[in-house]
Structure formats: C-alpha cells, structure tokens
C-alpha cells in the first residue's frame, strides 16, 4: 500500500512538458544539436513516457533527480536519433565479398563519381549532342562494350533481375532447357527453378546432378524451346565424376535449332584475368562471349568490385529487345550507381584494375598482408587486456564466388584471460567504429586481407576502448 501510495507521489511530481521547456538545458540541448524546437519537444514527451514507466515497474532509483534523469534519458534519445542505421565496419573477415557486410568496397574514382552526381543535375537521360532527351542505357554501354567486346549491354538493378528479366523476356510460355547440377540457390533467398517460375518460363531440366551430356540438351531441345540457360554454380563445386557440357558446346546447338537462345549466367562475372595469376579458374567475361553465346550477366558487386548492378551483354539483337521491353523500366538502375559503375569500369578500360578495391585485395600478396598486420601490432601490444599473436590463415573470396578458392593471408588472433571469444567478437561488433571478426578454433581471428591502412587506426581504437571499459 505504502509503495503505490510512493508511486503515485513520483508520477505526480514529473513535471510537464511546457515547464521542461521553459528550462535552460532545452535550450542547450537544441544548440548542441541543432535540433528544431519540435523535435526536441516530442523526443522530451518520449522521454517522460520511458521515465513513467519505469517508475511504474518499480525501476526509478532517485526520486528527487527526476528532472535531471528526464534529461539524460533525452539526450539518449537525441543520441540514438542522431545515429544512422546503416554504419560502416571494419571488415576483419578475410572474405572480400562479404555479402552481409555489403560486397564490395568502392574503388576512390567510383565514388568521387557518386559524389559528383549526387551533388549535381546530370546528363542521366538527356543527350548532350542533340539537347533532347536521351536514354540511361547509353550511360555506360560503351564502356562494357569495350571491356567485355559484347555488341551491345545493358545494366540493370541486379543479376538476380537480369536473370529473371533475360528470362521472362525470351522465356515465358516458352522452355527453357537447364542442367540439373546448375539448378543452384545462391544466398538462401534466389533459386533458379523458382526465379524461372515466376519469370513464366517453363524449365525443362536435363542431365542428373553430377553429369549432364551435350546429347542430353539434343534430346531436350523442341519447337518450345527457346533458350538454353547456363548457370555459373557459383557458390558450390561438385568434385570427383562430374561432366558438364561447355559453353561452346552449347553455342553449336545453335544449328540444329536457328532461333535458339543460349545464355549463361556467370554470376560473379571476371574483368580482370584472375586465373592468369594463379587465383581460381574462372574465364573473363571476354573469354566467355568469344564462344558466341548469345547473352551473358553478372553482378556489378562480386569481382567486378563495383555497385549492385546487373549486367546484360551480348548479341544487339537480343539486348535491343530487352531495351524497349517493359520490365527495363521496372528494373532500371539509379544515377549513383551508374555513375559509380562508370568509375569502376574505367579502371578496367584503363588497365588499371588493381586501383578497384575487391581486386587489389584478392591479389595482395602474403607479404603485403603481414606488413599490415604488423602496423597493427606494433600500436597495440601496449594494451595489456589482451594476447596477441601472429597467425598464417586462408581468405576466402565470398559472395558465393569461387568457393575453392582459398588465398594464403596473415591474421593477428587474440585472446584475454577474463573475456570469452564470443563476447570479445561480441564487444567489437556492437562498438564503434564497429569490427567484425571470425572465430577460428575459439579464438578471435583478424585477417589484414580485407583491413587497410587507413583503418587500423580505428581498429586500434576499437580494442583500447574495449581495454578502457574491462582493464582491472
Ligand atoms: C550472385 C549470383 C546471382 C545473383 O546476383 P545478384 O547481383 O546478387 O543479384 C545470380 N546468379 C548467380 C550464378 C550468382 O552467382
């Protein structure tokens, strides 16, 4: 009785909403925020409504200072309002193409490009030859042409729409001929057999899982059909008794049906020769359309190292089509992303791939990760809390790309005594600046490969406040 007799005296005694703004810390709070008077009212009657509650589960400890814990708790809010929800992380994986940690980073000319735009009206749809209105597909169209050597391409929000647009484009009603061991599920949410459901092609598979034959497409192929699909099995690699039928095989199809279609997904999409140093054995997309196939798409984010993007290359014939088609307008791109895929694909025009972040990090050598890594260490071995220690691990490319592929990389793992590996990964992720690790072995494991220079100074920041808050 007595402590809801003491309750109510507290419920009674929070001033209201006008007083608190006749106080001076309304005023200091809106200064040293910039915030309109509005806002900063309503974030105040947030704040008393959390302060009532608490009060009413019993969980207001000093009566007497309710005004000033009305004031703290509103700057919280301010404070937590203020905070954007998409943040920047150093990104200690290893995996380049971290797909949660959004894929690939944006080389420096790609984004002076985004900022340039952003900042400024463009020529987005307007041809500055003729005055008149022009058309975002000519954007970057040459520059793909004279990287790819397609005869004509296009961009499109994604490569999971390229796939589903080439399809509903070219496919529905019609069949679409695919090999059982590439009916894949890339990232848990885009599966081919219900991509091509939707698209309104009808999949008609061949072959069985590990082995598909040329004669077994022969054999499929009928007056429905109008494509041949290809799809890069990105994120997995059958090994032992595989067959599978070649690009090239399937572009000769091509004479015992005129207007067929082949096309191959290839996913990720290589610009720059990786296989040529030594990494993975995926052909450029050059290579791939020199076989002749008809349509080619891939993703603007995996190796190619730029924005999400899907694009569409190959024959004019068939990307004409795609141009004037409805659904080009339903998946169009934005202008910051063009103009951050022009600055990307540049670079390759250029010959100057290794200034694109995805692609100087999956060629840095063991050498120049250990040079990183030993920065690191060199600032940190004064924080006490923790254990360091240089290890030899193996990067992963991510993004569903090249999965056999691992790249030999230095880590700097570290342990406490006091804290668990779990709550220390814990400890860096809700940080700031934020860092995500990899566990290994019960131990916290960060990998240089995808670290640069310029964050390790904010990675060193990161564990001394973690030293700051657990040291005695
Ligand atoms: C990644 C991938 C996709 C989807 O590409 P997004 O750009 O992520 O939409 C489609 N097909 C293959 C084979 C892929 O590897």
New binding site residues.
């Given amino acids: 009785m007595e402590k809801v007799k003491k309750v109510k005296e507290i419920l009674r005694n929070i001033p209201p909403v006008h007083e608190l703004q006749k106080q001076h810390t309304f005023y200091l709070l809106s200064k040293k925020y910039n915030l309109d008077e509005s806002v900063l009212t309503s974030l105040v009657r947030q704040a008393i409504d959390s302060v009532r509650n608490r009060v009413m589960n019993g969980g207001h400890p000093i009566e007497k200072e309710l005004t000033s814990f009305i004031w703290d708790e509103t700057e919280e809010m301010v404070k937590r309002k203020s905070k954007p929800t998409l943040l920047p992380v150093i990104n200690a994986t290893g995996t380049i193409l971290h797909?949660n940690l959004g894929r690939a980073r944006l080389s420096k000319e790609a984004i002076d490009r985004v900022v340039e735009v952003a900042e400024n009206y463009s020529n987005l749809e307007f041809n500055m030859d003729s005055g008149k209105r022009g058309s975002r597909h000519d954007i970057v169209e040459d520059l793909i042409k004279e990287v790819t050597g397609a005869e004509a391409a296009m961009v499109v929000?994604?490569?999971?729409?390229?796939?589903f647009f080439i399809l509903n484009a070219f496919g529905k009603g019609k069949e679409v001929i695919v090999s059982r061991g590439q009916l894949?599920e890339?990232?848990g949410s885009?599966r081919?057999s219900s991509i091509m459901e939707e698209s309104g092609a009808k999949l008609v598979e061949v072959g069985t899982t590990n082995k598909t034959h040329l004669k077994d497409y022969k054999e499929a192929l009928s007056d429905d059909t109008s494509m041949v699909l290809k799809?890069?099995?990105?994120?997995f690699k059958i090994v032992g008794f595989t067959q599978g039928v070649s690009t090239q095989q399937l572009v000769d199809l091509k004479q015992f049906q005129e207007d067929l279609i082949v096309y191959e997904?290839?996913?990720?999409g290589v610009l720059f020769d990786f296989m040529e140093a030594g990494i993975g054995e995926e052909p450029v997309v050059q290579k791939v359309l020199e076989t002749g196939v008809d349509i080619v798409?891939?993703?603007?984010?995996?190796l190619l190292g730029g924005p999400?993007?899907?694009i569409i290359a190959g024959k004019k014939e068939y990307l004409n089509k795609l141009k004037k088609h409805q659904l080009a307008r339903v998946l169009r791109v934005d202008k910051m992303s063009f103009a951050a895929l022009e600055g990307t694909l540049q670079a390759y025009a250029n010959k100057k791939a290794k200034d694109i972040p995805a692609v100087r990090d999956m060629l840095l050598s063991i050498e120049e990760v250990k040079e990183r890594a030993m920065v690191f260490l060199d600032t940190v071995t004064s924080l006490n809390l923790f254990h360091w220690e240089l290890v030899e691990v193996e990067s992963m490319v991510g993004?569903?790309?090249m999965p056999e592929v691992k790249i030999p990389s230095i880590a700097v793992r570290v342990h406490t005594d006091t804290l668990s590996s779990q709550t220390l990964a814990d400890e860096l992720r809700k940080g700031t600046p934020s860092v995500v690790v990899r566990l290994q072995d019960q131990h916290v494991i960060l990998d240089f490969r995808t670290i640069t220079q310029g964050e390790i100074p904010k990675m060193v920041e990161a564990f001394r406040k973690i030293e700051l808050t657990y040291r005695d």
């Fill in positions: 797909t929000n994604n490569n999971a729409a390229a796939v894949v890339i990232g885009f081919i799809v890069h099995t990105s994120n997904d290839l996913g990720s798409s891939f993703s603007g984010d995996k999400q993007a899907g993004g569903g790309t």
